[in-house]
C-alpha cells in the first residue's frame, strides 16, 4: 500500500509539529475515520509534540465517526422502509435522539452501550409499532442508559448461553441448578474464567429485571431455564439483535 492510501491526508512526519497545535488550530480537512488513522498513525510512530492535543482531536475525530454511523444507519433504516420518514415527530422519538447524541458527545464509546441505546431507540421507532411496544420499549432504553458495558455484555452473555444452562442439574428443585454453576458457566462463556467479574455484574441485572433473583433462604440456587432470563430480559436481548441484524443488512 503506498503511502498516499494509508494516510490520505498527512504524512506521519508533520504530525510532530502539527500536534504542537490546538485542535481548532490543526489543518486536517477530511472524514472522521481518516483523522483517527492519522493520529493512530503518530502514536504509533512516536510523533514528538502535544499528546493531550492529539488526544483531543482523536476524540473528537472518534465522537464524529460515531455520530456519523448513527445517522447513517438511520437514514437507510428510512430509506428501506423500516422507519417512518416522520419517525423523529414520535412521542419520545427526539428526546432520546438527544440522548444518544448527547452520550457520544460526553466521550461514551463504548460499542454494547452505544448499540443497546440505538437498538431500544429502534425499536421505538420501527414502522408500525404499536403504543404498547412504544412505550416498552422507552422503558428498555431508559436501562440501557444506566447499564455499563460489563453488565451489558454479561446479559448479551447469558442470552447467548440458554441452551448451556439447561443441561445441569442440581438437587436443589425443579428447574433449579446451583448459582455457583450458573457462575461458572458465564465465566466460561465471557471467556475470562472469573466468577468474581460475573458476580460483580450480575447484581445490577437483578436490580433492572433483567434476570431473576438467586433462589432460597441462603440463595444458593437459581433459575434454570434461559439461564435466569426473564420476559423483560428477553425482550432487551432481541432488541439488540433485531436492530444488530437490519443494520447490518441495510447498511451493506
Not at 481548532?24 to 510512530?45: C, H, K, Q, R, Y
Not at 408500525?128 to 455499563?148: E, H, M, P, V
Request: glycine share 8%; net charge negative; hydrophobic share 40%.
Amino acid at each position: 500500500m503506498g503511502e498516499d492510501e494509508t494516510f490520505p491526508l498527512k504524512p506521519p512526519e508533520v504530525l510532530p509539529s502539527a500536534s504542537n497545535l490546538r485542535k481548532d488550530e490543526l489543518d486536517i480537512v477530511g472524514s472522521p475515520a481518516d483523522i483517527l488513522a492519522i493520529v493512530a498513525a503518530a502514536v504509533s510512530n512516536g510523533a514528538k509534540g502535544n499528546w493531550l492535543a492529539l488526544g483531543r482531536l482523536g476524540q473528537a475525530a472518534l465522537k464524529g465517526e460515531l455520530s456519523d454511523q448513527f445517522m447513517h444507519e438511520l437514514e437507510k433504516l428510512k430509506d428501506q422502509g423500516k422507519l417512518a420518514d416522520d419517525f423523529m415527530k414520535k412521542p419520545r422519538s427526539l428526546e432520546t435522539w438527544t440522548d444518544i447524541m448527547s452520550a457520544i458527545d460526553n466521550g461514551e464509546n463504548d460499542a454494547e452501550k452505544l448499540t443497546a441505546m440505538k437498538a431500544m431507540f429502534y425499536a421505538m421507532n420501527k414502522t408500525n409499532t404499536a403504543d404498547g411496544a412504544r412505550i416498552l420499549a422507552y422503558q428498555l432504553f431508559q436501562i440501557a442508559k444506566r447499564l455499563t458495558s460489563g453488565e451489558l455484555l454479561l446479559l448479551k452473555t447469558i442470552y447467548g448461553a440458554r441452551g448451556k444452562t439447561s443441561g445441569l442439574f442440581a438437587p436443589i428443585g425443579e428447574n433449579q441448578i446451583y448459582a455457583s454453576q450458573w457462575v461458572s458457566t458465564m465465566a466460561t462463556e465471557l471467556g475470562h474464567g472469573l466468577g468474581a467479574m460475573v458476580e460483580y455484574h450480575e447484581a445490577a441485572l437483578v436490580d433492572h429485571k433483567l434476570i431473576s433473583p438467586r433462589i432460597g433462604t441462603e440463595r444458593l440456587g437459581v433459575q434454570k431455564s434461559d439461564a435466569r432470563l426473564t420476559d423483560l430480559g428477553m425482550r432487551f436481548c432481541q432488541n439488540i439483535l433485531t436492530y444488530q441484524t437490519e443494520t447490518e443488512d441495510v447498511c451493506k
